[in-house]
């Protein structure tokens, strides 16, 4: 979005000078957070899948003779927090420092 | 069964509340500014903010309600855990950042940022105060739930109790004090759920029940011949049933047995007694009146391990994955209900028997066990589009809840927006995982009460102890208190910024504008208690259901397709809230769930053929945008001098 400001005010005018990089900050940890949010969606939509489609799998043992359902439920969790933790990074990479509104 | 109030309890929970006032009035003088009041200046450091999303995001239904269905049926609660963790996948990635930069106070701000429009303004702040009414309802209905059992007060007084308590927070300072409240609650939650689990794992599994009492399985000719007892003729409702009533002829008290193979089980019963002559109700209890005096009796608490692998007593202290493995070698005693009414003269007599129900610890674990998501389990195809629809719906629902999307305003920028986001997925997904051990913990303690599984966390912390008891309990209090002050500001903020002041065009100077959010958070408050008081009896978790349902259809594509798609229009936009947020609530109130718990008639007669609306209302949402927007493009205006950055 573009950004306006009032002339003699220096913050507002930073702000908008800086604008483009903000901009393209904003568009850069959009697309990162979009392929994040299809590799979690794989996921979890294959969880759903494999629940209508064969749900005698999630019963076969798996991981320290837990379960399958009950390993794919917490790698769910955990795989939320790492993508959360990868796309942190991810942004805090080469972006210039987000002023604050 | 009947609790007494702890007076350990008592004490904790007021220490509680003290604290929660004590922090609102001391932080009352920071919230005089609009800016302070609904943003908290935007000052909230990111590490507060994320426990604080915790502390306003689980509510008593994710802590009272997922321990208990996982106590009462297993694998199904977890479920829920994990579509409430995957929907902030959609808030951190898609949502979060985009709703900083476009917004200021509420959730409307963003979506109007690029239109000034008035028709969006008036269909989201419409649809964050339905969204924000549905999920105080059950809320308000959990505390009234809790207090009757806990502190010993009635429904009415519990809800009146939270209620003044939540005002008291929200109008002396805003979403400053509503930060640290939620902030306070997320941690203690957190925290002593973790130590809960330790002394689960620490205890393992016995097949000794705590109370003492082993239900019995007898041979089915038990009672044939027996001199002290009657057998019942199974006549009226009984007919078909398969129980045996055994009456004792010293004490003329019922006994009912269910028929299992070649054998009787015993059940537990409670009958409720409603004389149309006199006018008056009793209710019994296995046969006596509910009580602990003499000639009474109470029901007994269930939920054990009936078998342990290897034909051992007990277990001793197990690890993270032996639990689960010993457990699924296990066989435990799950109970089942079935209600029967027969009437006998002036008298309508409504039994409800509740019965063993022995099952395999590996069927516990899987998905498919409970009411809800029976349907994964045979090949009918409507209940698997319900479950995916309901899967759906939690995923998209809660990028979409209002009260989570203004804690986006309480901190400075989109960094922050984006770290308070993890350390928020972080405790979220902390205390889910911790969900599966506390609700196997229930079902295996010996514990339950059979009748009421929203009381399976309070009680499991019982079985250690009275403190953790009362700490465990005074938890689920602040758990309310956290939330309902959270909604409480996302309604205020609806009413007082969008509709007063943007579409009325009310003429509000700053400290105005403070007072009409007080005096609508102080409203809203009495509608809640009002609407805590009359659906008293309703289902919790199907309120919240609608909330997630409602808030998904009618905010999520809006909010989307503002973001990804250069050609939405304002029209586009107001007619997806609209379209998406009646056709949900419709489709609810069209659905077999809402015909059997809301108006008590044949769910068959439904008119939709599954109860979960998002598969289908979601999409619809999207669809109307795009059609909209469509048709209501503007013909390009060709510049012929470029316009200037600036303006004065």
């Known amino acids: 979005m573009p950004y306006t400001y009032l002339k003699g005010d220096p913050v507002a005018a930073d702000l908008a000078q800086s604008a483009p990089k903000h901009d393209e900050n904003a568009s850069r940890n959009a697309k990162y957070g979009l392929c994040l949010f299809a590799v979690y969606l794989a996921f979890y939509g294959s969880f759903m899948g494999l629940n209508i489609a064969a749900p005698q799998l999630m019963a076969s043992p798996s991981v320290g003779g837990v379960n399958f359902a009950i390993v794919y439920g917490f790698c769910l969790i955990l795989a939320a927090f790492g993508l959360a933790l990868v796309y942190m990074w991810l942004c805090s990479k080469r972006g210039i420092p987000e002023v604050s509104r | 069964m009947i609790y007494e109030a702890s007076k350990i309890a008592v004490a904790i929970f007021l220490l509680f509340v003290g604290i929660v006032l004590g922090v609102s009035f001391f932080l009352g003088r920071k919230a005089q500014s609009a800016q302070g009041y609904y943003a908290a200046h935007g000052q909230v450091h990111w590490f507060v903010n994320g426990v604080a999303f915790a502390g306003d995001y689980l509510s008593a239904a994710s802590f009272l309600g997922i321990c ?3 106590a009462f049926y297993g694998y199904d609660g977890f479920l829920y855990s994990i579509g409430y963790l995957a929907g902030w996948i959609v808030a951190l990635f898609v949502v979060a950042e985009p709703l900083k930069r476009l917004g200021r106070f509420t959730f409307a701000d963003a979506l109007d940022s690029k239109f000034n429009s008035r028709g969006i303004k008036i269909a989201a702040a419409i649809s964050t105060l339905v969204v924000s009414i549905f999920y105080l309802i059950p809320q308000m209905v959990g505390a009234g739930a809790l207090v009757k059992p806990l502190l010993g007060f009635s429904h009415v007084q519990g809800v009146v109790l939270v209620g003044v308590v939540v005002m008291m927070i929200v109008v002396m300072a805003g979403m400053v004090s509503t930060t640290w409240v939620q902030f306070i609650k997320g941690s203690l939650l957190v925290f002593f759920c973790a130590i809960l689990t330790v002394m689960i794992l620490a205890r393992g599994f016995s097949t000794k029940a705590p109370s003492g009492h082993e239900f019995q399985t007898l041979p089915a000719t038990a009672f044939d011949n027996r001199s002290d007892v009657t057998i019942l003729p199974a006549t009226g409702a009984w007919a078909t049933k398969p129980y045996v009533r055994v009456q004792d002829k010293a004490t003329n008290v019922i006994s009912v047995w269910r028929k299992e193979g070649g054998s009787l089980t015993e059940t537990q019963t409670v009958a409720a007694v409603a004389n149309a002559h006199t006018g008056k109700t009793s209710k019994l209890v296995n046969g006596l009146p509910q009580g602990r005096g003499k000639g009474q009796t109470d029901l007994y608490p269930v939920g054990t391990v009936r078998k342990l692998p290897g034909g051992a007593n007990e277990t001793g202290g197990l690890g993270f994955a032996s639990f689960f493995s010993t457990l699924q070698n296990s066989e435990v005693l799950l109970w089942g209900n079935e209600k029967i009414v027969e009437k006998q003269g002036d008298e309508t007599i409504e039994t409800t028997v509740y019965f063993q129900k022995p099952t395999a610890g590996s069927k516990v674990l899987v998905p498919g066990a409970s009411p809800t998501f029976a349907g994964l389990q045979n090949d009918k195809f409507w209940p698997k589009v319900d479950f995916l629809s309901l899967m759906l719906a939690l995923f998209c629902g809660t990028a979409s809840l209002p009260h989570i999307l203004i804690r986006y305003y309480t901190v400075k920028d989109q960094s922050a927006v984006r770290k308070s986001t993890v350390v928020g997925i972080g405790s979220i997904g902390f205390f889910y995982v911790l969900t599966l051990f506390l609700g196997l913990g229930a079902m295996t303690g010996g514990t339950l009460d ?89 289902n919790v978790n199907f309120l919240v259901g609608w909330a997630f349902s409602v808030a998904a259809s009618a905010n999520l594509p809006s909010l989307v397709m503002l973001l990804f798609w250069k050609r939405t229009t304002k029209q586009g936009i107001t007619a997806a809230i609209v379209v998406g947020m009646v056709s949900s609530l419709s489709w609810i109130l069209l659905s077999a769930q809402a015909y059997k718990d809301v108006y008590g008639w044949d769910p068959a007669l439904a008119i939709t053929k599954f109860s979960q609306p998002a598969i289908v209302t979601i999409p619809l949402g999207f669809l109307t945008l795009i059609v909209a927007s469509l048709l209501t493009q503007k013909a390009p205006v060709r510049q012929t001098q470029p316009q200037p950055l600036a303006s004065a």
């Open chain 2, 68 to 70: 208990g269905m996982i």
């Open chain 2, 450 to 538: 059979v009748t009421n599984s929203n009381m399976a966390a309070p009680l499991l912390a019982r079985s250690f102890g009275e403190l953790p008891f009362a700490v465990i309990s005074a938890i689920a209090f602040t758990t309310v208190l956290g939330t309902v002050s959270g909604l409480i500001m996302a309604a205020s903020g609806a009413v007082a910024h969008d509709l007063l002041t943007n579409v009325f065009k009310m003429d509000l100077n700053d400290s105005s504008k403070v007072r009409a959010g007080k005096i609508v958070a102080g409203g809203v408050g009495l509608v809640a208690m009002l609407l805590g008081v009359l659906f008293e009896k309703m």
